[in-house]
C-alpha cells in the first residue's frame, strides 16, 4: 500500500484561481514528518515546507498555504491567486523516525499547469 | 555557489554497456541519496549513504551500484543489469545522518536514454 498518496495526477487551472493539492499519508508512527517539494520544468526538487506530527497549526507562506489534519491523515497544499511559474510537478512526502533514518517516502506527483 | 552538481545532464547509452553518473555536493552534508524518476512514478530510492565508505540499499537497487570514497562524492554506476534504465536520475544531500534535521536539497539530474 502507498504509503503517500497524491490523488490528483495533474492539474491545469487558469491564473488567478485558486487551487489545492491534495496529499494522504499512511504510518502507524506518532512522531513523523511530511514535506512538500517543488519540481519546475528545470527538473531539480525545492523544498517548500516540513511539519511534524506535533504541530497541527496550518501555515501560510505568501500565497503558499499548508493545512495539515491528523483525523484524516492529509497534509493539503493551497496556492491562492496562482501564477504561471507556480506551473510545476509538486511531491508529498512522509519521513519516519522508526524507520531508522532511511528516506523519505515520496507520492507520484501532481502536476500543475497554470494557464495565463 | 553552494549546491549539487550532477553530471551528465543528458546521457544516451547503448544497451549493454555500464555508464556512471556524477554527484558531487559543496555542502559539506554528510548524507547523499539517489533517486529515479519515471513518468507517473514519482521518486524511488536507489541507493543512499549517510557516511563515507557506507551505503544502503534503497527500494529498486538491482542493476545500480555507487560508491562514497569522499564525503562530497556519491556516483552511480548503472549496470547492463539493470532491465530499463531509461529515467531520470535525481541526486541529493542533506544535513546530517537524518533527512529529519533539514530539507533534502537536489541537484538538476541526470536524463539517461538507453538506445
Known amino acids: 500500500a502507498q504509503k503517500v498518496t497524491q490523488a490528483q495526477t495533474e492539474i491545469s487551472v487558469v491564473e488567478k484561481e485558486d487551487v489545492t493539492l491534495d496529499c494522504v499519508y499512511e504510518t502507524r508512527d506518532t512522531t513523523y514528518y511530511l514535506f512538500w517539494y517543488k519540481q519546475p520544468p528545470s527538473g531539480e526538487l525545492v523544498f517548500l515546507i516540513r511539519?511534524?506530527?506535533?504541530?497541527?497549526q496550518n501555515e501560510i507562506s505568501g500565497r503558499y498555504s499548508w493545512n495539515f489534519q491528523k483525523s484524516t491523515s492529509s497534509f493539503n497544499f493551497t496556492i491562492t491567486a496562482s501564477q504561471v511559474v507556480d506551473s510545476a510537478v509538486y511531491f508529498c512526502a512522509l519521513g519516519e523516525p522508526s524507520s531508522g533514518n532511511t528516506p523519505l517516502v515520496f507520492g507520484k506527483g501532481t502536476r500543475l499547469s497554470v494557464i495565463a | 555557489d553552494g549546491g549539487i552538481t550532477q553530471s551528465p545532464k543528458y546521457l544516451f547509452r547503448k544497451e549493454g554497456q555500464n555508464v556512471t553518473l556524477s554527484c558531487e555536493q559543496n555542502l559539506n552534508h554528510d548524507a547523499m541519496y539517489w533517486y529515479r524518476q519515471d513518468p507517473g512514478q514519482g521518486l524511488r530510492l536507489i541507493y543512499y549513504?549517510?557516511?563515507?565508505?557506507?551505503?544502503q540499499k534503497g527500494d529498486i537497487a538491482e542493476g545500480y551500484s555507487v560508491s562514497r570514497e569522499k564525503k562530497e562524492s556519491f556516483p552511480l554506476t548503472v549496470t547492463s543489469a539493470q532491465k530499463n534504465p531509461t529515467a531520470f536520475y535525481l541526486c541529493?544531500?542533506?544535513?546530517?545522518?537524518?533527512?529529519?534535521?533539514?530539507?533534502?536539497?537536489f541537484g538538476e539530474g541526470s536524463r539517461l536514454t538507453v538506445l
Open positions: 511539519r511534524n506530527s506535533f504541530d497541527e
Open positions: 541529493a544531500s542533506t544535513r546530517g545522518t537524518s533527512v529529519f534535521t533539514g530539507e533534502l536539497f
Open positions: 549513504s549517510q557516511i563515507v565508505n557506507d551505503f
